[in-house]
């Protein structure tokens, strides 16, 4: 079973940026995908930003982040990122990093496709 733990949520204003991180233990990290997620109050969980295992090479957005969120691996340091530029207070969520459940895989973008979650972490953007 994976580990997951994510950083660097925060308060910001309109139009800022914030960079997520989330750091992972626990299997070889560079064989599975990873994923955001983000849950605002009263809302379900959706989909944020995906990326393929290392040797896929794909990425993956919502429309409604698509060319100003960012998600990136280091697979030295078993942690994936989100960058989050031109952020919007519709972007205020609590944000989940999310390990792909099958090896290899090169498309996962649902709920369903990933078996492990982090706790979260606040990303609050006031107007």
């Known amino acids: 079973q994976v580990q997951l733990v994510e950083s660097g949520g925060g308060l910001v204003q309109a139009g800022g940026s914030l960079r997520l991180s989330c750091a992972a233990s626990?299997?070889?990290?560079?064989?599975?995908?990873m994923g955001w997620f983000r849950q605002a109050p009263g809302k379900e969980r959706e989909f944020v930003a995906a990326i393929s295992w290392s040797g896929g090479s794909k990425t993956y957005y919502a429309d409604s982040v698509k060319g100003r969120f960012t998600i990136s691996r280091d697979d030295v340091k078993n942690t994936v990122y989100l960058q989050m530029n031109s952020l919007k207070p519709e972007d205020t969520a609590v944000y989940y990093c999310?390990?792909?459940?099958?090896?290899?895989?090169?498309?996962?973008?649902?709920?369903?496709?990933?078996?492990?979650w982090g706790r979260g972490t606040q990303v609050t953007v006031s107007s």
């Open positions: 999310a390990a792909d459940r099958q090896r290899f895989a090169l498309v996962a973008t649902t709920n369903a496709d990933f078996g492990s």
């Open positions: 626990g299997r070889t990290f560079s064989d599975y995908g």
